[in-house]
């Protein structure tokens, strides 16, 4: 392509860089899950809650203290269960996100270049 131009096609190249960066890439593979992990990081808090009640009343509940840490081990395995789940949908939600956002890039290029352009 022949840009009329050469700060035209160096503003479009560094545009091309700052959006296609792999720190960019990193940065929403990280923040997608962060970011659900904090949404639903009221569920953490109640587990932690339940979790806490039933150690606090060891004393009284002595007979079915094996229940007790059954069930609280398996609280813990659903509650990990339930983060990497979280992690999972929102590393795909921030993939997706990545996806568009190159897409969309492209086709603002496509259309930007294309006053640029005066033979091929």
């Known amino acids: ?6 700060e035209n096609q160096h ?6 860089k700052s959006i296609e960066s792999p720190l960019t890439h990193l940065v929403l593979l990280i923040l997608g899950p962060l970011l659900l992990t904090i949404s639903v990081g009221t569920y953490g808090t109640e587990a932690e809650k339940m979790f806490h009640l039933s150690s606090q009343k060891r004393s009284s509940l002595r007979f079915f203290r094996p229940v007790r840490v059954f069930f609280c081990f398996y609280l813990l395995q659903f509650d990990v269960a339930f983060l990497l789940h979280v ?34």
Request: glycine fraction near 2%.
């Open 1 to 6: 392509m022949i840009y009329h131009n050469v």
């Open 87 to 120: 992690i999972s949908l929102g590393a795909l939600i921030s993939l997706n996100v990545d996806i568009m956002i190159t897409h969309f890039h492209h086709a603002t290029r496509m259309t930007l270049t294309s006053d640029f352009v005066v033979f091929s």
């Open 11 to 16: 503003r479009h190249d560094r545009k091309k």
